[in-house]
């Protein structure tokens, strides 16, 4: 265990009752230097090679400012062991409360000057799962404020069930809350400013969103690792068939 045992209950228990926790330096800084090694090596050997469904930059024609990795443990042996057998995995089934079956680790880049807001949105909502068992973790590799898009979260969201989702223009983030802000997100949203090496972890329900990055100069870098518990179904035909007609309209829109 990566925790002693009082600041594990401390730890869930946390999140059980907030939907989220923040773990700071969870990352050691000779850990997160490898990481950023391991990410640029990513960037410059296997990017290139990869399908447009695997890599979204912000601006189509700038193939420098990449806004989105996803499914890097899948194309690279060093991003499967960070997703599978590490203090990560230990910790999602601290908080799962169970083992968990991986699905997927991202890269999300906002890049300075143009990076777009993240919609308000649920994930659990994107997976189309049964039972709805599973947890986002976002890991910052930069210093992450209100001016380069910080993540924002709506405490106790997650106790709150599903809200509607409808489709935004939003690359990488499809869908979002149309009935947001209610009263609770207003009264309970709170700004997560982070470290490098800071960790972040969100349940499948809670409500969470970011600022676009107004910044200047600093790019917004993080990861996303997403783990479902060991019992949570897919619904593939479902998720196929979103995939399907999100890929056909980004082709049509001309963002991919
Ligand atoms: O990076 C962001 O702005 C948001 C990431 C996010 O929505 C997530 O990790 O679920």
Redesign the pocket.
Known sequence: MIFEENEAAQIKSDYDRDGYVRLPGFLDPASLKDLLKNLDRYITEIVPGLSKIDVYYEAKDQSNAIRQLIRLSQHDDYFAGMMNDSAFTRLAELLIGRKTASRNM?F?N?PAKIGAP?PP?Q?GHYWMIDPCEGL?M?LALEKVDEEN?C?RYATGSHRNGFRPHGRTDTLG?SQGLTDFPNDDDRANEVVMRVEPGDLLV?EAKTV???DGNTSETRDRK?M?LVYLSDRAQENKAAQAAYQKKLKEDLEVAGKI
Request: proline fraction near 0%.
């Open positions: 991202q999300f906002k993240t949105h994930d986002t976002w898009g993540v983030f969100h969470h969103w970011a993080a996303g």
